[in-house]
């Protein structure tokens, strides 16, 4: 039977939640007759069902012109009348705000029965713009959505000017970085300019404005008044804010966070730190070890633990700053891991020495929590959907600390996935080579790398997690090839200025450092053309770019090693009885480090070191043969497609690419 038959027969045998999802499938089938999709998004709506399944197909019918009248009265009805008092009450609260607001020149503010758009909720967060006039639905508004999706603090000479900011959520995050005229010893007001009146007066049913107004950061202009900016404000409202000192920055003045994430080892993420290091307008971190952050906010919870009173706090061999950010993390109620982070860094001098505290905003956190390897594991559910699961990742979003901040920037480097992965090799092989050379104390092996790599889908984006809602990935060649294109388009979607100390690279001050033994030093373009070729050989670059051509292929890679052809169970069988490069550094690295430390015996008693060696090398065997076998499985169950789903069954998504503007290349983009 189709969905439609099995959904008439279960109404009629009044089991409305099989009708229903029958019903649904039916209209998702798109086989439908227009009145066979009335039929069912009426029984939907009526029935209890997935309402927004109705609310879209009464919508898809009233944009084609079909039963316009029905849908609207239905429409009407059950998404716009029962929500009506909410929003007339949300708009007249406003324009009380708004009317008394003395930065605003308007006052003739229409009736609610008389504004010129109408908005039908769709869900909490988000609304369908009508036009009674027009008789025309716009598309989907969603006022809160988490996304700052412009250059706002792009130049830092002038008051901030923003144009037809509509989003809730932007004018909150302009509110809340902006710092107060009377902080920075200047006229910093946000001027909000509006094109249409009537417009803004609409969306008054949607947002809260009144909530912004307290501390008198905005101006309002609408239309032609946009000649007034900037409002000399002594001249006109007698108020000189140049005798207002700079005041120093608090702590929860910093609620930006500029999340730099790492991909995978070796991606050139130090580049893109040495990039940041030294911008006015951040708090800018190397990389550091996501434990060590953890153990920095657990020492400063002791120090604040020890002070019984504010003039108690024990502020000793700390910074000259140290005790003010004791203190006032003492007054703060309800300090959180977020606020001591922040703390941690600012009476740092290493991390404030170039913060520009005069600046019109306050400065972003920009933070790399470092691990020593990101690893994925794979399952696969009933009906073949593969879920991947990171133990690093998951440590991050349960983390407080990157809960708190309430925006959120996310970058992330990539750079050429077989070039990334023998120099991950490599590092560890000259770590294992330290160590038997007696320069290192750390006993060290080397890993399977090469599962770890190609189960790594750190650029697919879960858009059910908040902290990849606003994210791009970079690309490590575009940074080395083309930094002022590059740097410009990441300072444009970070929203940051985009100044001088972005042009070189520098750490904590100092030019082009070595920030690990042989990386390449500041712009220079070496480790591009790199290819490691002692560390990875065909067969694993091969099996890694055809496993990983959903990357190759959304961020623009060219094979290297991968023909195109055909791939099939046979020739990744092939593939991997190539992998000889990364068995052969596994094996001599445990070989040489780490099994001759065990220690063997046979019924308690200590065996021949003959004997002791064959147990070692069976052991090593055994080793081998699982990490080969999991080769083989991952590879059989990537054969089934790259299609990721996060632990709700909803599919990832490739994390969106920075654009470079071609006018700003300075050579042809790399591929």
Wanted: hydrophobic share 35%; aromatic share 14%.
């Amino acid at each position: 039977m189709e969905a439609l038959d099995i959904a008439r027969r279960m109404a009629e045998l009044n089991q409305p939640e099989e009708a229903c999802r029958a019903y649904t499938l039916a209209l998702h089938s798109g086989s439908l007759t227009p009145e066979e999709e009335m039929e069912g998004a009426i029984y939907i709506l009526q029935s209890g069902g997935d309402y927004k399944v109705a609310y879209t197909t009464f919508l898809s019918l009233y944009g084609r012109g079909l039963f316009q009248e029905d849908c609207l009265s239905i429409m009407t009805g059950a998404f716009y009348a029962p929500n009506a008092k909410l929003l007339k009450r949300r708009y007249e609260k406003n324009c009380k705000a708004l009317s008394k607001y003395p930065y605003l020149f308007r006052r003739d503010f229409p009736a609610f029965e008389d504004l010129p758009v109408l908005f039908y909720p769709f869900d909490d967060d988000s609304y369908l713009p009508f036009g009674p006039k027009t008789g025309r639905f716009g598309d989907y508004w969603k006022p809160g959505h988490q996304v700052i999706s412009r250059n706002f603090f792009k130049d830092l000479e002038n008051p901030i000017l923003a144009k037809d900011v509509y989003s809730q959520y932007e004018l909150e995050y302009l509110y809340d970085n902006v710092r107060p005229s009377e902080w920075v010893g200047r006229e910093n007001h946000i001027y909000l300019h509006y094109a249409d009146w009537g417009t803004f007066c609409a969306c008054l049913q949607c947002l809260n404005i009144h909530k912004l107004l307290e501390d008198k950061k905005f101006v309002f202009l609408f239309g032609d008044e946009i000649s007034q900016y900037p409002i000399d404000f002594k001249a006109r409202f007698g108020v000189d804010y140049s005798k207002f000192p700079v005041k120093p920055i608090k702590v929860r003045e910093v609620q930006k966070l500029i999340w730099h994430t790492q991909l995978a080892t070796h991606n050139g993420g130090d580049f893109f730190n040495e990039i940041f290091d030294g911008h006015p307008n951040l708090i800018a971190n190397p990389s550091i070890m996501m434990e060590n952050i953890e153990a920095k906010i657990n020492e400063l919870k002791e120090n604040l633990a020890l002070a019984k009173s504010r003039l108690e706090a024990d502020t000793s061999g700390l910074p000259e700053n140290a005790e003010r950010i004791i203190l006032e993390l003492l007054s703060l109620k309800d300090c959180t891991d977020k606020d001591l982070l922040v703390a941690v860094c600012m009476y740092d001098d290493q991390y404030m020495q170039t913060v520009d505290s005069a600046a019109r905003i306050a400065p972003a956190l920009f933070l790399q929590p470092h691990f020593g390897s990101i690893r994925y594991h794979l399952s696969v559910g009933t009906r073949g959907q593969v879920v991947l699961n990171s133990p690093q990742y998951k440590a991050i979003q349960s983390s407080s600390i990157f809960q708190s901040f309430k925006y959120i920037k996310t970058f992330t480097p990539m750079r050429r996935i077989t070039n990334s992965y023998g120099a991950s090799v490599k590092f560890m092989q000259d770590r294992v080579l330290k160590y038997q050379r007696g320069e290192s104390d750390e006993i060290t092996a080397i890993d399977d790398a090469l599962t770890n790599r190609v189960l790594n889908r750190s650029y697919m984006i879960d858009p059910e997690d908040r902290l990849y809602m606003d994210s791009r990935l970079v690309r490590f060649e575009d940074g080395k090839l083309n930094p002022r294109a590059t740097f410009t388009a990441l300072a444009a979607f970070l929203d940051l200025p985009y100044t001088e100390s972005m042009t070189y690279c520098s750490l904590f001050g100092e030019r082009d450092p070595e920030s690990l033994e042989g990386n390449d030093l500041g712009f220079s373009p070496a480790a591009i053309y790199r290819t490691y070729d002692d560390y990875a050989n065909d067969d694993e670059r091969a099996f890694l770019e055809y496993f990983m051509r959903d990357a190759y292929e959304a961020y623009g890679y060219d094979f290297m090693y991968y023909d195109g052809g055909p791939v099939d169970q046979a020739r990744t069988d092939r593939w991997i009885e190539g992998f000889t490069t990364i068995e052969h550094y596994i094996r001599t690295a445990w070989k040489a480090n780490v099994l001759p430390l065990a220690r063997v015996t046979k019924d308690g008693e200590e065996v021949t070191e003959e004997e002791a060696e064959w147990a070692r090398n069976e052991t090593l065997n055994q080793d081998m043969k699982g990490i080969k076998e999991n080769w083989h499985s991952v590879a059989k169950t990537l054969l089934g497609g790259l299609y990721f789903v996060n632990k709700n069954g909803q599919p990832l998504h490739m994390m969106p690419k920075l654009e470079l503007d071609p006018a700003l290349l300075e050579q042809p983009l790399y591929h």
